[in-house]
């Protein structure tokens, strides 16, 4: 559900981050900014800052738990459908 109004500080970190992975549009929306993308960049900066974290871009606060991580692994299957 979208924010009525911008949020501030820890919430619009924590909508930030909840929505990063769908684009900065999509989370300034959700986050009370509209289409206002460039104000809620500059809010979500400035709230980082203020609790001590550096983000450049909003990617940044994509945790790597949130990332689908694929790995290349190897095939195990039988040699013929009758021998494994």
């Known amino acids: 559900m ?4 911008p949020l ?3 919430e ?3 909508c930030a ?5 769908k684009g900065a549009e999509f989370a300034a ?7 206002q993308t460039k104000q809620f960049l500059d809010a979500v900066q400035d ?7 550096d983000v450049n871009e909003l990617r940044d606060l994509i945790s790597d738990q949130q990332q689908v991580k694929v790995s290349h692994g190897i095939e ?3 040699e013929t459908p009758t021998n494994l």
């Not at 981050?17 to 992975?21: D, Q």
């Not at 709230?47 to 974290?53: E, F, R």
């Open 2 to 5: 979208a924010a009525s109004s």
């Open 8 to 10: 501030k500080g820890i």
């Open 12 to 14: 619009l970190i924590d």
């Open 17 to 21: 981050k909840a929505n990063a992975k």
């Open 29 to 35: 929306q959700q986050c009370g900014y509209g289409n």
């Open 47 to 53: 709230a980082c800052q203020s609790i001590g974290v």
């Open 76 to 78: 195990i299957a039988p």
